[in-house]
């Protein structure tokens, strides 16, 4: 009975985290991770393959995503496994961590925190470098933190962090970030003796070389890698949606205001204030975090600051692995330094803020092109027309699928106004269309607009259609046949 009662919180939380994934699933968003996929395939199918973009030369991610395709196909599931094994070794990393450092309440406290942050989700349902990077910088700065109190082992744990970090690098440049910490802990003669970081920079080092031989051997040029990220075509970044877009308050503002992170940077500030009320004695015991954290702060500055790119949330997916450490750290506090109803009471609000951001995000930002996609598959001797966004992502979609040898007509063509034929378009735009509706598609609902129009509120207050569903109706339109009377 002991034992059970022990692991009963786990079995819970893994449950929970189960369901919240299952309802929180992103999956294809036609963008990167179609890059991504389609480069892991030609890694493991293509002996002679030269990448031509930044894209394409990330490995420490292509190369999973290649095997995980190799042993159970490319799909919209099975792709995203390698991203989940990432973050899972993150997490093993972190409760290690924790439970050495502080004890067990922290280390369940960060899986607790994992699980109701709405990124999470996002990071974890969709193919991204981002968890891949944060990973191993991650486990550059905990290695990094251990070394100062690792007597013997300090070299070795050093040359780690240093490799680590290097493996980072090669997986996203904005692992500069981290080395611009190190950087400043160097210049400024603080946690070791200078000569320690020349361990790190010889682990660093050999990270980079073996890249030269792993392009070497793929391409016969070692500088491969360099000659592709100095050439390849800039791509402008997509709006990201974030509420506030002035330039200098707009990445530290999507911190505290985006929905994918609810509430956790400010219980991670709020961790440092109790910290701070704390004795001498657990302050010392939190001590290694510090320095993680204040790694963390250096990277993001560069990042969002330094670089000049846009404050897409997975860009500061390392800095949110650190933060989730800090607010495991202030529940923890709570409950073992003050009241455990008030460690319950600021969890539950944590979790509802959690829920409710992750009910309003857009889980399936490519409605669209998948109902475009099925149209064609219904409709196979047709032309289905529709804006260029979603004849443009339909037929990457249908293309991606196997087994759908459809004649595609050319993005132009679809999107081409026209006055017959099949068309999709979407409820507001279909009220005004003189053609005959086949069928009339509905955008899931988020369940506080559910609630809210159950409970008969909208007569009162309509909530903004945002809050709502994150998609618009869709309407399948036949223009060869008018509309029948009273439709429309």
């Given at each position: 009975?002991k034992?059970?009662?022990?692991?009963?919180?786990?079995?819970?939380?893994?449950?929970?985290?189960?369901?919240?994934?299952?309802?929180?699933?992103?999956?294809?968003?036609?963008s990167?991770?179609?890059?991504?996929?389609?480069?892991?395939?030609?890694?493991?199918?293509?002996?002679?393959?030269?990448p031509?973009?930044?894209?394409?030369?990330?490995?420490?991610?292509?190369?999973?995503?290649?095997l995980?395709?190799?042993?159970?196909?490319?799909?919209?599931?099975?792709?995203?496994?390698?991203?989940?094994?990432?973050?899972?070794?993150?997490?093993?990393?972190?409760c290690?961590?924790?439970?050495?450092?502080?004890?067990?309440?922290?280390?369940?406290?960060?899986?607790?925190?994992?699980?109701?942050?709405?990124?999470?989700?996002?990071?974890?349902?969709?193919?991204?470098?981002?968890?891949?990077?944060?990973?191993?910088l991650?486990?550059?700065?905990?290695?990094?933190?251990?070394?100062?109190?690792?007597?013997?082992?300090?070299?070795?744990?050093?040359?780690?962090?240093?490799?680590?970090?290097?493996?980072?690098?090669?997986?996203?440049?904005?692992?500069?970030?981290?080395?611009?910490?190190?950087g400043?802990?160097?210049?400024?003669?603080?946690?070791?003796?200078?000569?320690?970081?020349?361990?790190?920079?010889?682990?660093?080092?050999?990270?980079?070389?073996?890249?030269?031989?792993?392009?070497?051997?793929?391409?016969?040029?070692?500088?491969?890698?360099?000659?592709?990220?100095?050439?390849?075509?800039?791509?402008?970044?997509?709006?990201?949606?974030?509420?506030?877009?002035?330039?200098?308050?707009?990445?530290?503002?999507?911190l505290?205001?985006?929905?994918?992170?609810?509430?956790?940077?400010?219980?991670?500030?709020?961790?440092?204030?109790?910290?701070?009320?704390?004795g001498?004695?657990?302050?010392?015991?939190?001590?290694?975090?510090?320095?993680?954290?204040?790694?963390?702060?250096?990277?993001?500055?560069?990042?969002?600051?330094?670089?000049?790119?846009?404050?897409?949330?997975?860009?500061?997916?390392?800095?949110?692995?650190?933060?989730?450490?800090?607010?495991?750290?202030?529940?923890?506090?709570?409950?073992?330094?003050?009241?455990?109803k008030?460690?319950?009471?600021?969890?539950?609000?944590?979790?509802?803020?959690?829920?409710?951001?992750?009910?309003?995000?857009?889980?399936?930002?490519?409605?669209?092109?998948?109902?475009?996609?099925?149209?064609?598959k219904?409709?196979?001797?047709r032309?289905?027309?529709?804006?260029?966004?979603?004849?443009?992502?339909?037929?990457?979609?249908?293309?991606?699928?196997?087994?759908?040898?459809?004649?595609?007509?050319?993005?132009?063509?679809?999107?081409?106004?026209?006055?017959?034929?099949?068309?999709?378009?979407?409820?507001?735009?279909?009220?005004?269309?003189?053609?005959?509706?086949?069928?009339?598609?509905?955008?899931?609902?988020?369940?506080?607009?559910?609630?809210?129009?159950?409970?008969?509120?909208?007569?009162?207050?309509?909530?903004?259609?945002?809050?709502?569903?994150?998609?618009?109706?869709?309407?399948?339109?036949?223009?060869?046949?008018?509309?029948?009377?009273?439709?429309?």
């Amino acid at each position: 009975m002991k034992k059970l009662s022990v692991w009963f919180p786990w079995l819970v939380l893994m449950a929970l985290f189960s369901l919240l994934m299952q309802w929180a699933w992103v999956g294809y968003i036609i963008s990167d991770d179609f890059l991504y996929i389609e480069a892991a395939i030609r890694w493991m199918n293509d002996s002679g393959y030269r990448p031509t973009s930044h894209w394409q030369v990330r490995y420490p991610l292509l190369w999973p995503v290649g095997l995980v395709t190799q042993l159970f196909g490319a799909n919209e599931f099975s792709v995203a496994i390698a991203d989940i094994l990432y973050f899972a070794l993150a997490v093993i990393l972190l409760c290690w961590w924790l439970r050495k450092r502080v004890g067990d309440i922290p280390a369940f406290a960060v899986c607790f925190v994992f699980a109701f942050t709405p990124l999470t989700y996002e990071l974890l349902s969709t193919v991204n470098v981002d968890i891949v990077a944060a990973f191993w910088l991650l486990a550059s700065a905990i290695l990094f933190a251990e070394s100062k109190e690792s007597g013997r082992k300090q070299a070795l744990l050093l040359l780690f962090s240093g490799v680590s970090v290097g493996i980072a690098f090669l997986s996203r440049g904005t692992a500069v970030g981290l080395l611009a910490g190190y950087g400043l802990f160097f210049l400024f003669g603080r946690y070791m003796p200078w000569q320690r970081y020349v361990i790190m920079g010889a682990g660093f080092f050999s990270a980079l070389i073996a890249d030269l031989l792993i392009f070497t051997l793929q391409t016969g040029d070692p500088f491969h890698r360099y000659a592709v990220l100095f050439t390849a075509h800039h791509v402008p970044e997509a709006s990201v949606g974030n509420l506030v877009t002035v330039p200098y308050l707009e990445p530290i503002a999507a911190l505290f205001l985006n929905n994918e992170f609810g509430l956790l940077y400010f219980f991670a500030a709020g961790f440092l204030f109790l910290l701070y009320r704390s004795g001498t004695e657990v302050r010392s015991r939190y001590a290694p975090f510090l320095t993680v954290a204040a790694l963390a702060l250096v990277h993001f500055l560069v990042v969002g600051y330094g670089l000049g790119l846009r404050a897409m949330p997975r860009y500061y997916t390392f800095i949110t692995l650190v933060a989730a450490v800090m607010a495991a750290g202030f529940f923890a506090l709570l409950w073992q330094r003050h009241t455990r109803k008030v460690a319950v009471m600021t969890a539950s609000v944590f979790v509802a803020v959690s829920l409710l951001c992750i009910d309003v995000s857009n889980r399936d930002p490519v409605f669209s092109a998948r109902i475009y996609a099925e149209a064609v598959k219904q409709y196979p001797a047709r032309t289905v027309h529709s804006d260029a966004r979603t004849c443009r992502l339909g037929r990457y979609l249908l293309e991606r699928e196997a087994g759908a040898e459809l004649e595609l007509p050319s993005v132009d063509d679809c999107a081409a106004p026209r006055s017959d034929g099949l068309i999709l378009l979407s409820a507001g735009e279909a009220a005004t269309d003189g053609g005959q509706r086949i069928r009339f598609i509905p955008a899931d609902r988020t369940l506080i607009g559910r609630a809210w129009s159950a409970l008969g509120l909208n007569g009162i207050y309509r909530l903004p259609s945002r809050l709502v569903q994150a998609n618009d109706d869709l309407v399948l339109i036949d223009r060869s046949a008018p509309s029948a009377p009273g439709e429309g």
